[in-house]
């Protein structure tokens, strides 16, 4: 028999059974004050303010000073010195400043992208402000509060460290390197400049997350029902919560296009710092304040890009986790086993096998927990190797 209808409604009283009593257009009000971007990239692209925008442009101006001036001091180093250099030289001036040469650039592009397609992030807060409007949306509010609170600390913490490290890094000069003023102030705002797009990445990696949350919550809820109760068929609210699941899958993937090539840089520049550093440090005639400096810096600034790889691969890993949701309500014992029933949840189970869902390497490859740690290993293979093959 049909007992969905009034089933599903008592879904709905159990998603908010925790939370005040409010009215209906309050509660919207609530979720939707309380899950708006607040990253200045995201209020750039939104053009809540001339202020954002203007933090926008500075960023990008920013990085491109950092890589004109990187590229200014190799070449006039290459010009006035003998080519015999050491190991050392070699690996620091040649690969990480290069690699940094690289990275910035590619971030100046990426940058200019966000804005140009800021029509695609817009339509994705659009969607997915209209989304949270479900039974859970109080709940999956929750968990974007909690998660943006956790990395405004983080970002906190993140700028603070970075910032200390530059100063006695230019005040100790363990590389006897020759810094500039036009140095030291483009180095210094090429350090806020990263910390608010990792903001921004962070901020909408948490919103999509929170999507594949709502089905985790979703799940529970009517696999609870279905073991308290006898003869509930759910054919309807499989059938509805697939078809919520195909429109979330095609979010991913429009946020997907959107964030392509700062995952590529991403991933691209710690892998190859990552190597370069390794081969640095097991590098002949190094000292050890030279050796800590590299540790420090490498540490920090990974960690940086390590958080928003964690974001990026917790999406694929909230989706996969879906498959034991469902594949738990099918072994209920009082689950009504009709045919169309029985139907839906293969086809849902079959969906979510296929490991699709995420941001991807290049859209290539899905970034999963898998992925990168055979990224990690493979850097650290090649960064091993890298001070016997300059030998």
């Known amino acids: 028999m049909h007992l969905v209808d009034s089933k599903v409604s008592q879904i709905s009283l159990f998603g908010v059974c925790f939370s005040v009593k409010m009215d209906t257009n309050n509660l919207i009000g609530f979720i939707e004050k309380s899950t708006k971007p607040s990253s200045i990239f995201a209020k750039s692209l939104l053009r809540e303010s001339i202020s954002s925008q203007l933090l926008h442009l500075f960023t990008s101006i920013s990085f491109l000073l950092y890589a004109t001036t990187k590229i200014y001091k190799i070449h006039k180093s290459t010009k006035n010195t003998h080519l015999g250099i050491s190991i050392s030289d070699l690996t620091y001036n040649k690969c990480i ?17 966000y804005k140009y397609n800021a029509h695609i992030y817009v339509k994705y807060i659009n969607d997915f402000q209209s989304s949270i409007k479900t039974p859970f949306g109080l709940a999956q509010t929750s968990y974007v509060n909690k998660w943006q609170k956790i990395d405004r600390f983080i970002v906190r913490l993140q700028f603070l460290t970075r910032i200390t490290v530059r100063a006695v890094e230019y005040y100790a000069n363990p590389f006897n390197l020759t810094y500039s003023y036009t140095d030291i102030v483009v180095s210094f705002m090429c350090e806020l400049s990263l910390i608010l797009e990792q903001q921004f990445i962070h901020e909408t990696c948490i919103y999509l997350q929170s999507d594949f949350v709502y089905y985790h919550l979703f799940f529970d809820s009517l696999t609870k029902m279905v073991n308290e109760s006898v003869g509930l068929d759910v054919y ?7 078809h919520m699941h195909s429109q979330t899958i095609q ?7 959107f964030f392509r090539l700062t995952l590529l840089n991403t991933l691209g520049f710690l892998t190859i710092y990552s190597i370069c550093n390794i081969g640095l440090i097991l590098a002949p005639n190094q000292t050890m304040m030279r050796v800590l400096t590299i540790i420090g810096k490498a540490i920090l600034f990974l960690a940086i890009l390590s958080v928003s790889v964690y974001h990026f691969a917790r999406v694929n890993y909230l989706s996969l986790q879906i498959f034991n949701k469902v594949y738990d309500l099918s072994l209920s014992p ?10 839906e949840i293969n086809l849902f189970l079959f969906r979510i096998r296929r490991d699709d869902v995420g941001f991807t390497f290049a859209g290539l490859c899905v970034v999963s927990v898998n992925f990168i740690s055979s990224l990690a290993i493979i850097a650290l293979t090649i960064g091993l190797a890298l001070p016997g093959f300059f030998k």
Do not use: C, G, P, Q
Request: glycine share 0%.
């Open 251 to 257: 979010f991913s993937r429009k946020i997907d296009s």
């Open 236 to 242: 309807h609210a499989i059938k509805s919560v697939r």
């Open 97 to 113: 400043i290069i690699a940094n040469i690289l990275y910035t650039s590619s971030l100046v592009a990426t940058i200019l992208l």
């Open 334 to 343: 009082n689950l009504v086993r009709s045919i169309e029933t029985m139907n």
